[in-house]
């Protein structure tokens, strides 16, 4: 739309500008459209993997969608007669027949399945990795508090979705998980007795909890998912992208590409590649094998049955917990109270509230739209270093039994060292990565102090050897910024946009990492600056 | 003195006689006891007496070069090592036939490797340990029992009795101080009885009358099923289910989209 039509096309107007003529005239929406398509995005990498989380929303919900049209939400038990013979003549629940016709009965039904599922694992991972970016870039830093808030709600409910989900098929393995957490529901004191039997209408299992469980994973959290989203992005529209901190760039501009065209065919280009992705994983790897783990009787149990990744943590912080049992008042709080309803209390709240905590401790009350490197926020990146790394050890002690079986180690000992690594560890990843910090930062204050090394060697008169450096090169707005390490190259080797696809993405982890300056010899980009104080009306 | 003279000479004939008769009495007995003989001969079972004592001989000659060191050299057990009497046939071919014994090193717990015996070996094995104390016989699984057997009844009896240690689809897994329930996918169907059977390491015993014969038979066929047929849905990670999806979606799935990020970031051309 922006670029000038042939000649041709300006006296005769094309379909699509017929129809946008017809829609302004009626709708006047032509100022708004043009506004909308010029709203200018910044083009970091890290700023793509929000968008692997919303890609996999819509995946999901196609997918979803496909799904509901064979599955049957009921808890009556029929004799299975299928084509999975280990099973023929097996009494099971509709719910799980029809998952198993799914499976094996329905045209591209398992694949479909597949994708779901693989699509629900990496929806809340690429969540994660989002939040790790937001974090560690403090660009949750006012304005941005309630996105940040947002974000958090959004984790959470795809958390709660994705185990409505995997608790749908009622085989063995998603019955085990569904009973834990009605175990959890009534470890609760005074309540725990009360939720658990409204949540399951009665006694576990009881005869209604798949049609439950199905209307919340179908209808109310997607709805409650999908508003969110839509705040999020609405919210991220109006406020502006933040960006890093680079020549031109400052509190009040937004430099970048427009909507349209380029960060429109970026983002359908890297929904198609999200969509290869989850196609590659869906078709190629199997994800729970429902057949494999037989209908749910309350009686069985199979080994090795763990949550999808995202509820591992738990799992993780239950196996790890000591069996304590307090007993006081008439009431007992059973030990799996603490690791599965205090904990992630703990650290759901923490990091709701984190963005006021930082702001109370640091003082800092400005605004701010340009983000922060890792290093130059030790204490910060510090503590991100150190949830994540106690994060890290939950998440692997739930998975303790595997690793012992796959890689031989006692299951006593893989115990006790997630003990005492989920104490031991977080306070060691805080130390190490603030001293890192602060070592980047003495480094990079020596490059701006003596400039770059250039491994050039000199013999002094009277014998010394000293290595010669060059000094950092001014920025020089307005030009293409190459990070340090390659203006220090020799010429030829300094191009951004040339070299092999690996050099490429190379340059775009460094330029994460490293500080960026300014080269020579490049063309400004088609870019455009906003200043996020205008009032929203001047767009 | 004469009387007594003629007496003796009468007893002398009747001596005579009675001897003579006794000869015929004794060549009549011969003959009928080899006529007997050769009409009521065993002849076909005529070996097996003599050889099952070998085997059991041949056995013991194994057991005191490859197991008495430990075991003792009655197999009455030592501070190592458990008694072996009574423990059954089906024991020894278990251990020996998966290879778990002899052991290969000491540990928590015995692990599978090829066997360092023969099958008439083992044979031979059991019928020495066997001869010691009786206890539960080999098992033999024929083509026509695993066929006749129900598959879906061997699955509902896997789920209740072995899943929650050997795993959905006998993976196996880990109990504690570094023993385990062991992946199923080598174990015969005849290993997979005489294991229920006898019990070995931490396994308890499932006997005849908890588990009859045609039953145990069904959970064989489920086993040797599950972990022989290929599973729909591509490559089944080590079939541990959520921990190895999780791992691949972390890996493949985030690691192989933020290089796409990179290299979708590392193109500013427009």
């Known amino acids: 739309m922006t670029t000038a039509p042939p000649p041709s096309l300006v006296k005769r107007p094309g379909p699509v500008r017929k129809l946008n003529r017809a829609v302004d005239e009626r709708f006047g929406s032509q100022a708004a459209l043009r ?16 968008e692997i989380a919303l890609y996999s929303f819509v995946i999901l919900v196609l997918t979803g969608i496909y799904l509901t049209l064979f599955f049957d939400p009921s808890n009556v038990e029929i004799p299975y007669n299928g084509s999975y013979i280990p099973l023929r003549g097996v009494e099971m629940s509709r719910a799980y027949a029809s998952t198993l016709d799914i499976s094996f009965d329905t045209r591209a039904g398992l694949v479909f399945r597949q994708i779901h599922h693989w699509a629900a694992l990496l929806f809340v991972a690429s969540i994660v990795v989002h939040l790790m970016r937001v974090f560690f870039t403090g660009a949750f830093r006012k304005p941005r508090e309630v996105n940040w808030l947002i974000g958090v709600g959004l984790l959470v409910l795809g958390i709660l979705e994705g185990f409505a989900g995997y608790s749908l098929p009622d085989d063995l393995l998603s019955g085990t998980g569904l009973r834990i957490a009605a175990s959890i529901a009534q470890s609760i004191p005074v309540i725990g007795t009360w939720a658990s039997f409204l949540v399951f209408n009665g006694e576990w299992p009881g005869d209604s909890f798949i049609p439950r469980l199905y209307v919340i994973h179908i209808l109310l959290v997607p709805g409650i998912l999908l508003a969110l989203i839509g705040a999020h992005l609405g919210i991220l529209w109006h406020q502006k992208h933040t960006d890093f901190p680079g020549p031109g760039k400052t509190e009040h501009n937004v430099i970048g590409h427009r909507v349209f065209p380029v960060f429109a065919v970026k983002s359908t280009g890297f929904f198609m590649l999200v969509f290869a992705m989850l196609a590659l994983l869906g078709g190629l790897a199997q994800i729970n094998p429902i057949w494999s783990f037989g209908p749910y009787d309350p009686g069985n149990v199979s080994s090795a049955s763990q949550p999808d990744w995202y509820i591992g943590f738990l799992d993780g912080s239950t196996r790890l917990f000591p069996p304590w049992e307090f007993r006081g008042l008439g009431h007992t709080v059973p030990a799996v109270f603490w690791p599965t309803v205090v904990l992630p209390g703990i650290l759901f709240t923490l990091l709701a509230v984190y963005p006021f905590l930082e702001a109370k ?22 503590f991100g270093a150190m949830a994540i790394s106690f994060y890290l050890v939950l998440w692997i002690s739930g998975g303790n039994d595997v690793i012992a079986k796959t890689f031989d180690i006692s299951l006593n000992a893989m115990t006790w060292a997630g003990r005492i690594g989920c104490i031991v560890v977080p306070p060691i990843a805080f130390t190490v990565t603030k001293r890192l910090c602060l070592h980047l930062q003495a480094r990079d204050r020596e490059i701006a102090e003596h400039g770059i090394e250039t491994g050039i060697i000199h013999q002094l008169p009277d014998g010394e050897f000293v290595e010669k450096h060059r000094p950092k090169l001014p920025p020089v707005p307005d030009h293409r910024r190459v990070p340090t390490d390659r203006v220090a190259l020799p010429a030829g080797e300094n191009g951004d946009a040339k070299g092999g696809l690996v050099r490429r993405a190379g340059k775009a982890v460094t330029g994460f990492f490293v500080e960026e300056e300014d080269a020579q010899g490049t063309p400004p980009r088609e870019s455009t600056g906003e200043s996020p104080d205008q009032p929203a009306g001047r767009h | 003195m004469s009387d007594m003279t003629a007496s003796l000479g009468a007893a002398r004939a009747s001596t005579h006689r009675r001897r003579r008769s006794s000869a015929v009495v004794l060549l009549l007995a011969l003959a009928a006891t080899g006529v007997l003989w050769t009409a009521f001969a065993p002849r076909g079972t005529a070996q097996s007496t003599p050889d099952a004592n070998e085997a059991v001989r041949q056995g013991r000659a194994l057991y005191l070069q490859g197991c008495s060191s430990c075991h003792g050299l009655n197999a009455q057990g030592t501070g190592q090592a458990p008694s072996l009497i009574g423990v059954g046939a089906a024991a020894v071919d278990f251990q020996v036939s998966t290879g778990r014994m002899p052991l290969a090193a000491p540990g928590a717990q ?25 206890g539960p016989k080999q098992a033999v699984v024929t083509r026509n029992a695993l066929d006749d057997a129900d598959l879906a009844q061997g699955g509902e009896l896997y789920r209740a009795n072995c899943a929650q240690c050997h795993q959905a689809v006998g993976a196996g897994a880990p109990l504690t101080y570094g023993k385990y329930a062991p992946d199923l996918s080598k174990a015969t169907p005849s290993q997979i009885i005489e294991a229920m059977r006898t019990g070995p390491e931490s396994m308890p015993v499932f006997g005849p009358g908890q588990i009859d014969d045609a039953s145990a038979v069904a959970i064989a066929k489920y086993v040797r099923f599950v972990t022989e047929a290929p599973s729909a849905g591509g490559s089944t990670l080590g079939k ?16 192989g989209l933020l290089a796409v990020c990179m290299w979708i970031g590392a193109r500013q051309k427009v």
């Open chain 1, 35 to 50: 506004r909308n398509l010029n709203k200018v995005f910044p083009d970091h990498w890290s700023f793509m993997i929000g």
């Open chain 1, 361 to 382: 401790f640091t003082g800092d009350s400005r605004p701010h739209n340009l983000l922060q490197r890792p290093r130059d926020t030790p204490a910060r990146t510090g």
């Open chain 2, 110 to 134: 015995a692990k599978r490797k090829d066997p360092v015996y023969s099958q008439t070996q083992i044979d031979q094995l059991a019928a020495y340990v066997d001869s010691l104390g009786g």
């Open chain 2, 240 to 255: 541990y289910g959520p921990v190895p999806e999780g791992l691949l979606a972390w890996l493949a799935g985030i690691g």
